[in-house]
Every structure is written in structure tokens, then in C-alpha cells.
């Protein structure tokens, strides 16, 4: 009787416990950082003032200097704004997912779009998903780097994400100058990553690249398609298109904290279609952390077809 009485006791300790930290759980998943709220919120406005003031208007506000644009190719985002007129239409979008660098100086976000347009007096609307990636040189998230992908309509909602995970990244160092050595380093390090991983690629060795590569919690964006979410997913998306690959990188950052970097480069896939190769050429950009282990491994990865016409 004793014996059942404590058992009782301990399923009832058991029960109490799973509510308790079934309550912090969802506590915690509701409280952001405040360093990832701020850049949301940055997002956010910017999409704001895209539906208030025009798209033009709302990249002129946050673009960094030497933000890039694809317009379809990489180029000056703010000489390429100043250089055009209004742009038709309204686009809006929404984050969905952010991350942040350990020193919180460089960042992204990425989420659904909507574009509407109007043609001969009916709205259309295209839809898709962006990637954002923002630097933090002072006070304020400016805009580095603009791309996205198209898709049907969603059939869904996707509920806000965000990543903070301990990694293996440091603080900025004190020192200026070896701050800055050590963010080259993790950029020539990074640099050699990426150009490794299009070498497997293009060489073929596809399965195992992807294994290599990508990590866990990878976000693979692809046109056409809605996100795929997952390492073992998008290994087996990207394992039945049958294609081949030639990439090439082209830029690269790394956070001084040197967790958190991105690549650009550009590339095409070659597919055969009833007997005859078929090939797109396509603007990509990878967002690499390190984990734990210090190796670098890509968290999202986007690749957006340059029309024909454009090349």
C-alpha cells in the first residue's frame, strides 16, 4: 500500500512537472530577444513603408551603401533606386524567421511576400518568399542584401521563428586590429567553405555534399516551391531533380563574432527535358553558422532563376 501510495505521489510529481515546463516552454517561446524584436521590427517598417510610400522609397531608407540588389543581376542597391522611377504595384511581406550574430551586428530574416499589380483594371498577385540580410555598422539594421523566390499561394499561415542558439562564436574582440584580422580570417575560411561545397557539386558528388553541408535546421528556398524545411527533406527534395550543377562564388561576410556569415555567387542547372539538356542560370545566396563543432554549415539557402533574356 505504501509502496502504491508513493508511486501515485511520483506520477502525480511526473504530471505537475510536464504542466510546469510545459507553461515555461511556451512562456519562453513568446518572450523574443530584444536584439532579435529590434530587427523584426525593422522589417516590419520596411514593409510598412513599401505599402505607404512605394517600393522605391522603402529601399532608399534602409539600403546599406553596398547593399545589393538582384535586379536580376547583383548590383548597387541605392545607384540602382536612384537611378529608376516609381515602381508600379504594391509589395508587402511578413517575417517569418530571423537570426542573429552573437555580436549583433549582422542578421536576417526571411518570410512570405505579396506582390500586386494591376493589369488592364484586375489586381493581380503574385506570391513568394524574400530573403533579408541585414548589418548593423552603428545604431541601426541597414539593408546588405535583397532576394526572392516565387511560389503559389500559400495554403497557410506559418507561425513566427526565431534562432538563438550557443554557438561557437565570440565576442567582438577589444582590439580594433585584431578584430578585424580575426573577421578576415573567418572570411577567407568561410570563402574556401562555400567554394569547396560548389566544387563537390559541381564534380557531382551531390548526396554526400548535402550531408556535409547543410545543417539541421536548413531553409531551402527554390522557385516555384514553398519553403522546404530540414536537412533530410531537402536532401530529398534536391536528390530527385536530377540536375547539374555549376556554381561559382562570388562574395562573402562574416560577423566579427564569426558565427554567422553569407555567401553570394551565381551558377547554373542543367536538366534534361525529352532527350535535350535544358540549363538556367541562377543567382544564389547561402547563409552559413557555425556550430559548435566550428564548422561552418548552411542554415538557408536560395537560388533564383536569371531570365533568359537577361543573361
Known sequence: MLLFMRVAQFKKYLISTSVLLFLATNIFAQSI???????VNREKQFSKTSAEKG???????VLYPDGVVFRPQP???VNYFKSIGGIPGVLTWEPVYADVSNDQTLGYTTGPFEYKSDNNGETVVNYGQ???????PKKK???????GISHDKPGFAPQFEYNNPMTFGMKRATLDFIAEEQQKHSMEILKATDELYCTALNGGK??????????????LLRNNNWPILGK????????????????????????PSRDLGYTTGTGSTTTTVKGKKVTQNVNY???????????????LDIEAPIPTDAN
Open 33 to 39: 530577444p530584444d536584439y532579435i524584436e529590434e530587427l
Open 55 to 61: 517600393i522605391k522609397d522603402a529601399f532608399l531608407s
Open 75 to 77: 548590383v548597387n542597391g
Open 130 to 136: 524574400y530573403v533579408s540580410i541585414w548589418i548593423k
Open 141 to 147: 539594421w541597414e539593408l546588405m542584401v535583397d532576394l
Open 206 to 219: 551531390v548526396e554526400n555534399s548535402y550531408k556535409e553541408f547543410l545543417s539541421n535546421q536548413v531553409r
Open 232 to 255: 533530410s527533406t531537402s536532401i530529398e527534395f534536391l536528390n530527385k531533380q536530377q540536375v547539374e550543377f555549376s556554381y561559382k562564388t562570388d562574395k562573402v561576410y562574416s560577423a
Open 285 to 299: 545566396v547561402r547563409i552559413w553558422r557555425k556550430e559548435n563543432s566550428g564548422f561552418w554549415r548552411v542554415v
